[in-house]
């Protein structure tokens, strides 16, 4: 139990275009779930907290502009980069807890954007 | 605000040899404390995790990690490596006033070498 897909798992995209970025909870209900972005050999970082049916909480430094996060039910939140650079090239990551305060994440598999 | 401090970016150990990989971590606040293993383009997967009750906490794949309040530690061991458990190690650590919001050290490469 407790799987959490990612899709796509890669992407390449132009510079300028968005990219949209889907987390799902395969068998519980996520009320809350985090994205997360990680450079090449790195450790992650957090970059929103997103509630089922409320707006997402960014961490400082995080352009909430430029990463839109929705989580629009309990089962899926997604993760757009807006008029992506190839600077936002990263891994980014998605987890989902069973409520909110619960210490226990389960992750996704990350997806690879590539911005050319 | 949590924070956490691998102390070995990479370990080099032989198949069989045992290895510890190091963690400290700084809270005004009681923890919770995490190990996380990646392998190359996954997500993370959890080994084990402390809450409370008993210091020492067991996980998956044979690994072991002892919590040590007075020294801040969360240390991860296991007595016996395999090539397949050549990865990135993570260790986390959350406040338990918002747990699920986890802060990440920057990671342990550990190699295995046949």
């Known amino acids: 139990g407790a799987v959490v897909s990612q899709h796509p798992s890669w992407v390449i995209c132009k510079s300028g275009t968005s990219v949209k970025i889907e987390c799902r909870s395969l068998?519980?209900?996520?009320?809350?779930m985090f994205w997360y972005r990680q450079f090449p050999k790195q450790s992650l970082m957090l970059m929103a907290t997103s509630n089922e049916g409320s707006k997402a909480t960014y961490e400082q430094g995080v352009e909430k502009d430029k990463f839109l996060i929705n989580h629009a039910s309990l089962t899926l939140s997604t993760l757009t980069v807006t008029s992506a650079h190839p600077e936002d090239s990263s891994f980014y990551i998605c987890?989902?807890?069973?409520?909110?305060?619960?210490?226990?994440?389960?992750f996704g598999p990350g997806t690879r954007l590539t911005v050319t | 605000a949590q924070s956490v401090t691998q102390l070995d970016s990479q370990v080099p150990v032989f198949e069989e040899a045992p290895v510890e990989l190091r963690c400290n971590y700084s809270?005004?606040?009681?923890?919770?404390l995490f190990w996380y293993v990646q392998y190359p383009n996954q997500g993370l997967q959890l080994l084990l995790k402390?809450?409370?009750?008993?210091?020492l906490v067991k996980g998956i794949n044979g690994f072991e990690a002892e919590f040590n309040k007075s020294q801040t530690s969360f240390h991860l061991r296991k007595p016996s490596v395999h090539i397949s458990d050549t990865a990135e190690y993570f260790c986390?650590?959350?406040?338990?006033?918002?747990?699920?919001?986890?802060?990440f050290g920057d990671g342990t490469t550990l190699t295995v070498k046949p």
């Open positions: 986390a650590v959350s406040a338990n006033t918002n747990a699920g919001k986890s802060t």
């Open positions: 402390y809450l409370s009750g008993s210091t």
């Open positions: 987890s989902a807890a069973h409520s909110v305060g619960n210490y226990e994440q389960y």
């Open positions: 809270s005004s606040v009681s923890v919770y």
């Open positions: 068998d519980f209900q996520a009320t809350t």
